[in-house]
């Protein structure tokens, strides 16, 4: 369908969640263009990326590194692009304004494609022109977990969704087709409402972070408790997003959000990014 061979796939965006797809993405010898319009943030990404990535390498079948490049000119790094996958903070405006360039810039036969997370598709292609070649694909803290969730915008070419899942499985990645246009994917959804009332028991004063982590992933038999996962997640993505679901969801209750940002946003504790959120971070080599 599309001719992906010898092309680039372009992120854009190379904070916590941008840097990791591109380690992910480049597992078997694929060309990936890294964007940022931060060229500290782009160094620290490429740091990043060749300290992972031969482990990554590693653990895919037949893997054998591919080449990362760094660009901090937009058009610089989507030339001949096939794949473009916008993963910038969860700011609707931004991603509007994104996408709609993106589009005017990008090759007419390449996949132009969000991470967004709690933002459905549909709902940020008002400057998309050719919204047939739009899709989510949603990652979930890549390299260590290789599941992606593939959501059309109501506008969808079919083909090209059954394309990009099927090259993605030539990845190694384990791609999900979300069959129904939903705020949140398919896991989110779920996760959220644990996520959420895990918070209330804390901003009730029921139990601490650790306790309720604790009893979580024992009875679950999760290796982490909600808690230590919104800190990889970043606690101020977590309260974008919980902001975007009471759009939403008008019963979203509000004291979840409040205790976020009083006791850890207000304080810069976002979690592993800054060394410290739920828990303290500092002192520990989390990927």
């Known amino acids: 369908m599309i001719d992906y061979i010898n092309r680039p796939i372009v992120i854009c965006g190379s904070g916590n969640m941008g840097r990791r797809m591109a380690a992910l993405l480049a597992t078997k010898k694929n060309l990936v263009h890294l964007y940022d319009s931060s060229p ?83 709902q940020l292609i008002g400057k998309v022109k050719n919204t047939s070649r739009v899709i989510n694909t949603h990652f979930y803290r890549p390299p260590a ?6 959501m059309g915008c109501g506008y969808t ?77 970043g606690l101020d993505v977590v309260y974008d997003i919980e902001e975007h679901y009471a759009t939403v969801r008008k019963d979203t209750p509000k004291e979840p959000r409040e205790y976020l940002k009083e006791n850890f946003l207000s304080k810069n504790k976002l979690g592993v990014k800054t060394g410290q959120g739920f828990y303290d971070y500092k002192d520990t080599n989390i990927k």
């Not at 079919?158 to 705020?183: A, D, M």
């Not at 996760?191 to 209330?200: C, V």
Request: charged share 25%; no cysteine.
């Open 40 to 122: 500290e943030q782009t160094k620290q990404s490429i740091e990043y990326i060749n300290q992972y990535l031969p482990e990554v390498v590693k653990e895919t079948p037949n893997g054998k590194a591919g080449t990362v490049k760094a660009f901090n000119d937009l058009k610089a790094a989507t030339e001949n692009a096939w794949l473009v996958i916008e993963a910038i903070p969860e700011i609707f405006d931004a991603k509007v304004d994104l996408l709609g360039q993106l589009d005017q810039m990008i090759p007419p036969d390449a996949i132009l494609a969000t991470n967004s997370s709690s933002f459905p598709s549909s």
């Open 145 to 150: 977990i290789k599941v992606v969730e593939i």
């Open 157 to 233: 070419d079919p083909n090209l969704i059954n394309f990009i899942i099927k090259v993605f499985e030539e990845l190694h990645l384990s791609p999900f087709h979300v069959r129904k246009e939903s705020v949140g994917f398919i896991f989110n959804r779920i996760w959220a409402a644990i996520k959420r009332e895990s918070l209330y028991v804390a901003a009730e004063g029921v139990s601490t972070p650790e306790e309720i982590d604790k009893i979580f992933s024992q009875i679950g038999d999760f290796r982490h408790g909600a808690f230590h996962l919104m800190d990889e997640v």
